[in-house]
């Protein structure tokens, strides 16, 4: 299993040795380990080259390198093939890609989306573009105030008129893992395509697109111990098949005249260009260490459960702690349920989030302040915003230790607001 010495980060050097570095923001990215590093450095010092073009030697073996990573994401989320995983920038990108190549020529006036007020704005707005462009509209499955869903609203938002029902496994906010099944049933019944937002998911839950069902699924690399600007999407062979490309250019053609063109099957016919080779190799090596296998090595199923058991144990025996953390320091009161990943979103009486974060700051302790790109959210809770402490495989008792001190010294300074 991944530990902290497996981070360069945490042995670099801070401004203030007596607090070394606190980081407690993984849901927003999170930090790479050595053999992440090592594989894109050997990528750019031993075979840089570009993929699927050439015939020498080092094309081939970027080609291949690369290509593991698809491999490997095909058995982490339980693909049927591998021509089923898409690279993408990201989660985003993939959600926009789904919107714009499947939804809108398929979308009428009067028809509807539905998605929940749980949701990041990449799994919104895109969305909301797509309906103003063709008449439609979008519905929500709303947040109780405990955090969770309303789930016996799923019949009022998800009917005869639904298209697309797109929600997030995990919410990023408030760690809220999202019981998909219903929801995903309540669409199938309808006939509507669906869409997982996985971005939570990849380092702290099992995913499994076939036992699910489900139409799509989109993840990204650097939520993974992976690099930024990395993705995917998955989809189902049929739906795949039936999109018209969404963007175009070099390598996603079969034949190329003045006046048209015929394109490529899948996968390819949705990867236009020269992508990030070494991002999608870094992938994979920090796929490989999540299972942990060599870097190189392909991995089973087995494996893949086996390494993300491992992390999801570590950040469950240290939840109590957090959550024992913010239960220790006053006027602090924490957002969300209980069934959650290890997030904790919270606010403290009398002192706005940025000003707590700019303190922890100080402290060396890294958090996230903000509406955490969930606007919609926050006003439901109604806050105008929160700090989100999120746990990582190199996250310690240490760490959180340091965070209740934290804490404790953002209290005094405030006047003991609370």
């Not at 955490?372 to 495989?393: D, F, I, K």
């Given at each position: 299993?991944?530990?902290?010495?497996?981070?360069?980060?945490?042995?670099?050097?801070?401004?203030?040795?007596?607090?070394?570095?606190?980081?407690?923001?993984?849901?927003?990215?999170?930090?790479?380990?050595?053999?992440?590093?090592?594989?894109?450095?050997?990528?750019?010092?031993?075979?840089?080259?570009?993929?699927?073009?050439?015939?020498?030697?080092?094309?081939?073996?970027?080609?291949?390198?690369y290509e593991r990573t698809r491999r490997l994401l095909r058995v982490v989320l339980n693909a049927a093939e591998s021509d089923e995983i898409l690279f993408t920038k990201g989660c985003t990108e993939g959600i926009n890609l789904v919107a714009a190549a499947y939804l809108a020529p398929r979308l009428q006036p009067?028809?509807?989306?539905?998605?929940?007020?749980?949701?990041?704005?990449?799994?919104?707005?895109?969305?909301?573009?797509?309906?103003?462009?063709?008449?439609?509209?979008?519905?929500?499955?709303?947040?109780?105030?405990?955090?969770?869903?309303?789930?016996?609203?799923?019949?009022?938002?998800?009917?005869?008129?639904?298209?697309?029902?797109?929600?997030?496994?995990?919410?990023?906010?408030?760690?809220?893992?999202?019981?998909?099944?219903?929801?995903?049933?309540?669409?199938?019944?309808?006939?509507?395509?669906?869409?997982?937002?996985?971005?939570?998911?990849?380092?702290?839950?099992?995913?499994?697109?076939?036992?699910?069902?489900?139409?799509?699924?989109?993840?990204?690399?650097?939520?993974?111990?992976?690099?930024?600007?990395?993705?995917?999407?998955?989809?189902?062979?049929?739906?795949?098949?039936?999109?018209?490309?969404?963007?175009?250019?070099?390598?996603?053609?079969?034949?190329?005249?003045?006046?048209?063109?015929?394109?490529?099957?899948?996968?390819?016919?949705?990867?236009?260009?020269?992508?990030?080779?070494?991002?999608?190799?870094?992938?994979?090596?920090?796929?490989?260490?999540?299972?942990?296998?060599?870097?190189?090595?392909?991995?089973?199923?087995?494996?893949?459960?086996?390494?993300?058991?491992?992390?999801?144990?570590?950040?469950?025996?240290?939840?109590?702690?957090?959550?024992d953390v913010l239960a220790s320091v006053p006027g602090v009161r924490r957002l969300g349920p209980e069934n959650r990943i290890g997030i904790a979103s919270f606010v403290m009486e009398g002192v706005h989030p940025h000003d707590i974060g700019t303190v922890l700051d100080q402290h060396n302790i890294a958090v996230?302040?903000?509406?955490?790109?969930?606007?919609?959210?926050?006003?439901?809770?109604?806050?105008?915003?929160?700090?989100?402490?999120?746990?990582?495989?190199?996250?310690?008792?240490?760490?959180?230790?340091?965070?209740?001190?934290?804490?404790?010294?953002?209290?005094?300074?405030?006047?003991?607001?609370?």
């Open positions: 299993m991944l530990t902290r010495a497996d981070f360069p980060i945490f042995s670099a050097p801070v401004p203030d040795a007596s607090r070394p570095l606190t980081y407690l923001d993984s849901a927003s990215t999170a930090q790479r380990p050595a053999v992440v590093l090592e594989a894109m450095d050997r990528y750019h010092r031993e075979f840089n080259s570009n993929v699927h073009r050439g015939v020498h030697h080092l094309s081939q073996r970027a080609t291949e390198a009067g028809d509807e989306m539905c998605v929940t007020e749980l949701e990041h704005h990449a799994n919104l707005v895109p969305w909301q573009l797509v309906a103003e462009a063709h008449g439609a509209k979008i519905r929500g499955i709303p947040v109780l105030p405990s955090g969770e869903l309303d789930l016996d609203r799923l019949e009022d938002v998800i009917h005869a008129r639904t298209r697309m029902v797109a929600v997030t496994q995990i919410s990023n906010a408030l760690g809220t893992i999202v019981p998909i099944e219903p929801i995903l049933r309540r669409a199938r019944e309808v006939g509507a395509a669906t869409l997982l937002d996985g971005a939570q998911a990849g380092a702290h839950a099992l995913i499994d697109v076939r036992a699910w069902d489900v139409d799509f699924y989109v993840i990204s690399g650097h939520k993974q111990y992976g690099p930024t600007g990395v993705g995917t999407v998955y989809g189902r062979r049929a739906r795949l098949e039936s999109m018209r490309p969404y963007q175009s250019g070099g390598g996603m053609i079969q034949t190329v005249e003045l006046e048209r063109s015929t394109f490529a099957p899948i996968p390819a016919r949705f990867e236009p260009g020269t992508p990030n080779i070494a991002g999608f190799i870094g992938w994979g090596a920090a796929l490989e260490a999540i299972a942990g296998v060599d870097v190189g090595t392909d991995f089973s199923r087995e494996q893949w459960e086996t390494g993300v058991g491992a992390l999801m144990a570590h950040e469950a025996a240290l939840r109590p702690q957090l959550d996230r302040t903000g509406h955490h790109c969930c606007q919609p959210l926050m006003r439901r809770l109604g806050v105008p915003a929160t700090v989100r402490a999120s746990l990582g495989a190199y996250n310690t008792p240490d760490d959180l230790e340091a965070l209740r001190r934290g804490l404790l010294a953002v209290h005094a300074m405030f006047g003991g607001s609370g």
